[in-house]
């Protein structure tokens, strides 16, 4: 509103989180706020997570950022959805797809009718080849979605596998091109108000001091405004992500450029894999209670495909979140807030959502309003805890047995919130439905099924048509599935049509 005073914003760290956050809130708050970015460029970028979801092309609309350009300067693919592998069973496969199952018009979700064939031939077709994006996937194709709702083309999402280490810097130009400031610097000191317990400074190694009105954590796991400084408390999830520690290493790609992350079953983990346009990133998450180090560093280089270009290395984390993420006048964005490893690919999105929601409840004033806050915090609890949910899912879905990491998620207690839905998709096929968060139906129904959590009923509606009639129609509609996939073009085809990296790469 005109007449509103301009909030001076302090944020605290580059990389993904502090630049995205910069980069948004000159674009789309020019007016309300001055945006002063401090880093240091000593402190390294974790730098691996390099697998999205689709909400980031929203993002970078908003932005103005043009999508070739981005994706050649981050050498950059696209994402179809994600691969698990050996989850539910050794040898399982399926894929978590960007979309719907079908055409997402019938009178019932499609897994009913699924559910129906299944239970009255027991060897109904998998579910995935009902879902464009999955078929896709599995024939290495892509193309935009068609605008047109009533093509089957249209029932697709997409996302980016990029390289994290050059979405910063490209962020950066960014945001410094709308007029964000940037101080390289080591912040020694936080200096907090003795009577509001604001953050009143952050302090340099130079001795500069730095004030501001509104001060956004991108610190990262060292968490040293709201963590360090404030002592916000941590709640740890590890009792139920029992993943501490993942090994990473690149290589060089010789094999598919698929358009799809793969989570493949570890051990005492998952190993991921996630092709770029020069290299392939790979890592193995483990639990430390169950492997060691150097045990996963073996594990993980003896599984790799191609030629490493860096020796691997170890990153140590714990899943859960800060209590708050928005403390007095200090609001905590990515890993300074929380930590969910990036099975589902998260960490961008939960990154997103945070910036989202801090632009919608942006102060009115230079002094926060509690009711903001507390409604920052709600929201970005139920994003965090229905994640949460999601993921220990995976781990608890499963039938492995014989190793003691996957006897232990198999019969841990999970949460009420993921005992409810799952105990209602097992009775009769029911998706827990609520408008806020990332993963709807489809995604539920592609984890449970894939990891062969099969309901005992479906809906009544599904029983409508003759048996069959049901079958005609499902296979008219897989085979219709295939034949549209396979008319597209290849997937590395169309990247090097359309955003080939660039030459410097």
């Not at 099969?454 to 048509?465: C, E, F, N, S, T």
Request: aromatic share 10%; with cysteine; charged share 25%.
């Amino acid at each position: 509103m005109a007449g509103e005073p301009t909030v001076t914003v302090i944020i605290v760290g580059g990389g993904t989180a502090g630049w995205m956050t910069a980069a948004a809130l000159v674009k789309l708050l020019p007016s309300r706020c001055n945006v002063h970015l401090v880093e240091s460029e000593a402190i390294g970028i974790v730098g691996v997570g390099e697998a999205t979801l689709p909400h980031i092309r929203g993002f970078n609309d908003r932005l103005g950022i043009n999508e070739a350009e981005f994706m050649a300067a981050t050498r950059a693919t696209f994402k179809l959805g994600i691969e698990f592998q050996g989850w539910g069973r050794p040898g399982d496969s399926y894929i978590h797809p960007f979309g719907t199952f079908g055409s997402g018009k019938s009178a019932v979700d499609l897994h009913h009718y699924w559910s129906r064939l299944e239970e009255a031939s027991g060897a109904a077709p998998a579910i995935g080849e009902y879902s464009m994006a999955v078929t896709m996937a599995y024939m290495n194709r892509f193309a935009r979605p068609d605008p047109d709702p009533d093509k089957i083309e249209s029932t697709f999402n997409y996302a980016y596998q990029f390289d994290a280490m050059l979405f910063a810097p490209f962020l950066r130009r960014t945001a410094e091109d709308l007029g964000a400031r940037r101080t390289e610097g080591r912040i020694v000191d936080v200096e907090l108000d003795g009577e509001s317990g604001d953050v009143a400074a952050i302090v340099l190694e130079t001795g500069e001091r730095i004030e501001g009105d509104l001060f956004v954590d991108c610190s990262g796991f060292v968490s040293l405004l709201i963590g360090k400084a404030m002592g916000e408390p941590f709640e740890d999830w590890s009792q139920w992500l029992p993943c501490d520690r993942a090994v990473a290493m690149p290589c060089r790609t010789r094999t598919a450029l698929t358009p799809y992350t793969s989570a493949v079953a570890m051990d005492a983990g998952w190993r991921w894999r996630i092709p770029l346009q020069h290299r392939t990133g790979n890592g193995y998450v483990y639990s430390s209670a169950f492997i060691s180090d150097d045990d996963a560093r073996v594990a993980l280089v003896g599984a790799v495909e191609g030629e490493s270009i860096a020796e691997p290395r170890i990153l140590r984390f714990k899943a859960g979140r800060r209590k708050r993420s928005w403390v007095r006048n200090c609001v905590a964005v990515g890993l300074a807030s929380g930590f969910l490893e990036p099975l589902e690919s998260t960490s961008i999105y939960l990154i997103q959502a945070a910036i989202s929601t801090l632009v919608e409840l942006f102060p009115q004033q230079k002094q926060v309003s509690a009711l903001d806050r507390d409604e920052f915090n709600r929201l970005i609890d139920l994003e965090y805890d229905r994640i949460r949910d999601f993921l220990i899912l995976h781990y608890h879905a499963t039938e492995r047995s014989g190793l003691p990491f996957w006897d232990y998620v198999r019969t841990m207690q999970v949460p009420d919130t993921l005992h409810q839905k799952l105990e209602l998709f097992r009775r009769r096929g029911r998706i827990a439905k609520y408008r806020e968060g990332v993963f709807l139906d489809a995604s539920w129904i592609a984890v449970y099924i894939g990891q062969r959590v099969v309901p005992q009923g479906h809906d009544m509606r599904a029983d409508l048509p003759s048996t069959d009639v049901l079958a005609r129609r499902m296979e008219a509609l897989r085979l219709e599935i295939r034949a549209k996939a396979a008319a597209l073009p290849d997937h590395r085809s169309y990247i090097e049509r359309y955003c080939p990296m660039e030459e410097a790469a």
